[in-house]
């Protein structure tokens, strides 16, 4: 069956992009620094079995209006599942300040959500795999789609870094080992936060290029240093930003002669990465390029609407989370505590609070207390992780005093705070 994008709900690129595209939906010849010969376009395509033998569509370039990151990537995925499968496409976009994690990683591990919430920073899982990124209006993010037969690893990486080189001249960056795109600078490497993603032939990266690095560092800070987890760890990297790493006496074509100008801004990155994409899979004769924007305002197709809502859902955001275990110590008004617990899908499967008496107390005392914190912990089990939504104290009727309903209440808000 073919696929095919609806009409309704893209519109040919305008605005701000037209002056650096000359956006008519298509992207002509002029916005090209070279044009390549078929053998050369080939070349710069995906080498696997399938190169010669898939006959690619007219490449589409998607540019996203929208800020919301829970929007740009149910769009994406709509994308990846509804754009013809031989056709080419390119998605480019920049979320609000948030923390997107890896579709099986474990948010505690990766960062301390309550202290995001604090600072009114979003935590967002997406539906691929890969580690985790911190977005902000300095960074922008590209996708990559292609048939799956040309997938490869590096081809996403090596299509930016060549942007970021002949475009916006930039001569130490390159691809890693990992696929990562990095700057050399003598021994060191500056990794930018970038992952290829796979799932079908889907490359997704992350490009920082003006971003607060303390914010970034910051974010993706965890408090749980006992946990153990099933989850895909995030590999942990030096970052930089594409500013760091401007020759002197150069700055991107777009800009004006202003020293305020000279700076890499979004719309010169989208203008590089979209002009090699051209360069790679668009024969200005037969397969043009179209340049088009999203706006979520024109979005009509109920598909990326249901997966703005799944996204934002506990059962994904935190639900998805892989069997984990984690180890937790506390000073409390009656003792020291200690909790020893697991859960699956980010639901409570056990716990165990251990106390350890104040000074002189008497043993019936503190074998009371235990008592307590036996019944507590029990009735913990299966509420969620960290919020324990509807836990209102421990089981029983010998519990029912206000003084264990304090300790209870203590346990609790302790628990909340340091999971």
């Not at 994308?79 to 031989?86: I, S, V, Y």
């Not at 081809?155 to 916006?168: D, M, N, T, W």
């Amino acid at each position: 069956m073919k696929h095919l994008v609806s009409p309704a709900i893209i519109r040919p690129c305008s605005s701000r992009f037209a002056a650096s595209f000359s956006c008519h939906p298509v992207l002509t010849s002029r916005s090209l620094s070279t044009t390549l010969s078929r053998k050369e376009q080939k070349a710069a395509q995906p080498q696997t079995p399938a190169t010669e033998s898939i006959e690619l569509g007219a490449p589409v370039t998607y540019i996203s209006e929208s800020h919301d990151p829970w929007f740009n990537l149910s769009y994406e995925d709509w994308l990846l599942r509804n754009t013809p499968h031989n056709q080419p496409v390119l998605f480019l976009y920049r979320n609000f300040p948030c923390v997107v994690i890896g579709r099986n990683q474990n948010p505690w591990k990766e960062t301390t959500p309550h202290k995001l919430r604090e600072s009114g920073i979003p935590l967002v899982r997406r539906r691929s795999g890969g580690g985790t990124v911190f977005h902000d209006m300095g960074n922008t993010n590209f996708s990559i789609i292609l048939p799956r037969l040309l997938f490869t690893r590096s081809h996403g990486a090596e299509l930016v870094s060549r942007a970021i080189r002949e475009r916006l001249g930039i001569k130490d960056c390159t691809v890693n080992e990992r696929n990562d795109v990095i700057i050399r600078k003598g021994e060191n490497e500056y990794k930018m936060t970038y992952k290829i993603i796979q799932h079908r032939a889907y490359h997704h990266g992350t490009m920082l290029i003006s971003s607060s690095l303390s914010e970034l560092g910051k974010s993706l800070k965890s408090s749980s240093p006992n946990m153990e987890t099933k989850s895909i760890l995030s590999h942990r990297s030096p970052v930089t930003t594409l500013n760091h790493h401007l020759p002197p006496s150069s700055s991107p074509s777009s800009s004006s002669s202003s020293s305020s100008n000279k700076h890499i801004h979004h719309d010169d990155f989208v203008q590089a990465v979209t002009s090699e994409f051209a360069k790679t899979y668009s024969n200005t004769v037969e397969k043009k390029m179209e340049t088009k924007e999203v706006n979520e305002n024109w979005i009509k197709d109920p598909k990326v609407w249901k997966g703005v809502e799944e996204l934002k859902s506990w059962e994904w955001q935190y639900g998805q989370t892989p069997e984990f275990t984690n180890s937790l110590e506390g000073e409390l008004s009656f003792g020291s505590l200690s909790a020893s617990l697991s859960a699956r899908h980010a639901l409570l499967t056990s716990l165990t609070l251990h106390l350890t008496p104040t000074l002189h107390e008497a043993t019936e005392i503190t074998t009371t207390k235990q008592s307590f914190l036996d019944s507590l912990a029990l009735s913990l089990v299966g509420h969620r992780y960290e919020s324990l939504d509807g836990a209102q104290g421990a089981l029983g009727h010998e519990w029912e005093d206000e003084k264990w309903r304090e300790m209870g209440n203590e346990v609790i808000n302790w628990l909340r705070k340091v999971m």
